[in-house]
């Protein structure tokens, strides 16, 4: 069987662990070869360093930092900007990358000496001034930051970080009229800065000033229309106005696009209960979570907006910060996980993802992402328990569920595989992709009967789930019964789909079953445009070739789905096909993408 492979939500924060469509067979056909599962994560091979002439300059090492950044080796990459450094110590450009590594290995003292020496020799940049002010503020020394933030807005006037660190850190000391008047700056001069308005929303809660924080809550939202703080935030200052309606407005919303929030869910229901017992309800806005503004939220949100953005090393080095004053911050820690895996640095990813313990709320999530991890790193069994110890901290996920389901399969567990997407079935028998899923699965068990009865019920469910449509329609086509019936499920799915090419190849093989040749090559030929030269599809269209006396096309085509093909039981079959016309198979092709 070929498994095509379907690729995943890349491993980002936004991370928090979005599933949709694991062990979804997708487009999947029957045989099983049509069913993607997960995508392969190999990491990229990256050629070692050459070794360096002796009486290297500050450049070579520089070099080898940077190949040894791109190979994962932090260690490595920091000796040799150390090297770096020793070689050119006016560089400030290398103190301030040396800086960014100490920080990353929570070394705040050996960061901020080197960041210091960098703002010494070059006083009028910014970005190292900026990295002395997190230093810093992390090291307690919150005034030597905000004179620093000070002396960057001096330089640098439309510094958006430094407003927002700098409005943060008045805000904690009760300064809120310097905070404002610094947030207020920034909105002036960028209108469009979203966190300008966010953190002047936080600072004028935090001065219980409700009516201006709600004024810039709605700005910030009206700019960023679908960011959950802004909304969270701004649900807090409804109900502290007493306007509950507006709060329970948001917190629907919010569950629409996540219904597996827990503090979504947690405040409204709070929030009901204060709706119908009127003590309770006093009781209730006593104990809402205070609306305060915290430097270290502050620098955890540029965090992620970096890490949205790409730019890891800045989201490594706010978060690094963070975690240097608060260890035990799981949630950041796992952002930083993230950062680490985007970067292809797994070894740290995985070390940072270990630390989250079974206590922690971000649980879960780090064990469902770990579990990507170590397969990524060709881990299997590690990762199936890391997944299962996911889905046991959060049994009603059903996406982590159906993971562990594909990697139970993957392993060559298809029986727990198919026991555990019987439980899912169980717990949600109107839930259409399941019964797709468990079906699939007991195709894959070559238990036919079983298979059909599953897509049948899927497609009751959903006449449109056009991938059961299809999956029943070849099914049908491959067993060479039922073909009017299996014509009619698969057109059914190109309404749906049109332009898929493995469904437009069902419609060719029912044809090719009828004995339609020349229909049957018109949509087979249509098929592997569609799908990209893919192995059965082209093994298909030879069938057709090879039964109109094209026998030389046929042979052309078998030898290239040969070389793509990866499943060993087509591979057997092909060279079959290929030396009972003359052909030879080439050595050492077989399984691998040409």
């Not at 620093?148 to 439309?158: A, I, K």
């Not at 079974?358 to 999530?365: C, L, Q």
Request: proline share 4%; glycine share 6%; net charge negative.
């Amino acid at each position: 069987m070929v498994f095509r492979q379907l690729s995943f939500l890349s491993f980002t924060v936004v991370i928090a662990v979005s599933l949709g469509g694991c062990v979804n067979f997708g487009k999947a056909r029957s045989g099983a070869d049509r069913v993607p599962w997960l995508i392969e994560m190999g990491a990229a091979d990256t050629a070692a360093p050459e070794p360096l002439p002796e009486g290297a300059t500050a450049l070579g090492h520089f070099l080898r930092a940077q190949v040894a950044m791109n190979q994962g080796d932090h260690a490595a990459a920091t000796h040799e900007y150390e090297l770096a450094v020793a070689a050119d110590p006016a560089s400030g450009f290398l103190r301030q990358r040396l800086a960014l590594l100490y920080v990353r290995d929570n070394k705040l003292t050996e960061a901020r000496e080197q960041i210091q020496a960098a703002v010494d020799l070059d006083p009028e940049d910014t970005q190292s001034s900026v990295l002395l002010a997190g230093i810093l503020s992390a090291l307690g020394d919150d005034q030597g930051a905000a004179e620093r933030y000070e002396h960057v807005l001096d330089l640098d006037p439309r510094n958006q970080e430094a407003h927002l660190f700098l409005g943060a850190l008045y805000a904690k000391e009760d300064q809120y009229d310097r905070a404002i008047s610094t947030l207020h700056r920034l909105t002036a001069i960028n209108p469009r800065s979203y966190l300008g308005y966010y953190y002047l929303g936080r600072v004028h809660a935090a001065a219980h000033h409700y009516d201006e924080a709600e004024l810039a809550y709605e700005e910030a939202l009206r700019l960023n229309p679908q960011n959950e703080s802004i909304l969270l935030d701004l649900a807090d200052v409804y109900q502290l106005q007493d306007k509950s309606p507006k709060a329970v407005e948001i917190y629907q919303r919010l569950l629409k696009a996540d219904p597996n929030s827990a503090i979504v869910r947690k405040r409204l229901g709070g929030l009901y209960v204060g709706q119908n017992r009127l003590d309770d309800a006093l009781s209730q806005f006593q104990e809402l979570e205070k609306v305060e503004t915290d430097p270290v939220d502050t620098r955890v949100k540029i965090g992620l907006i970096y890490l949205d953005k790409k730019e890891y090393e800045k989201a490594a080095t706010e978060f690094s910060l963070v975690l240097a004053g608060d260890p035990q911050n799981d949630r950041v820690r796992y952002y930083l996980a993230a950062v680490y895996a985007e970067q292809n640095d797994i070894d740290r990813a995985v070390a940072e993802m270990e630390k989250i313990g079974p206590d922690s709320e971000a649980y879960g999530d780090a064990r469902a992402q770990l579990g990507f991890l170590l397969k990524r790193q060709g881990k299997l069994p590690a990762a199936i328990e890391s997944i299962e110890a996911a889905v046991a901290s959060q049994p009603n996920n059903v996406d982590l569920a159906m993971l562990l389901t594909s990697m139970y399969r993957e392993n060559g567990q298809g029986d727990k595989a198919i026991a555990l997407a019987k439980k899912l079935v169980e717990k949600d028998p109107d839930n259409d992709r399941l019964h797709f899923t468990l079906g699939g699965l007991y195709d894959e068990a070559k238990d036919k009967t079983a298979c059909v009865a599953e897509m049948r019920k899927a497609i009751e469910l959903n006449p449109n789930n056009a991938p059961a449509l299809n999956y029943l329609g070849y099914t049908y086509a491959e067993k060479g019964e039922n073909l009017d019936e299996a014509e009619d499920l698969i057109r059914r799915a190109l309404v749906i789909e049109p332009r898929d090419g493995f469904y437009v190849d069902s419609l060719g093989w029912v044809y090719f079953q009828r004995g339609d040749y020349p229909k049957a090559i018109e949509h087979l030929q249509r098929a592997l445009e569609l799908a990209g030269e893919d192995p059965t599809v082209s093994e298909h269209l030879a069938d057709a070739y090879q039964r109109v006396g094209r026998s030389g096309d046929a042979l052309n085509l078998y030898l290239d789905a040969f070389k793509r093909c990866k499943e060993q039981q087509q591979l057997d079959r092909l060279r079959k096909k290929i030396e009972a016309l003359g052909g030879v198979p080439q050595p050492g092709e077989p399984g691998k993408d040409s």
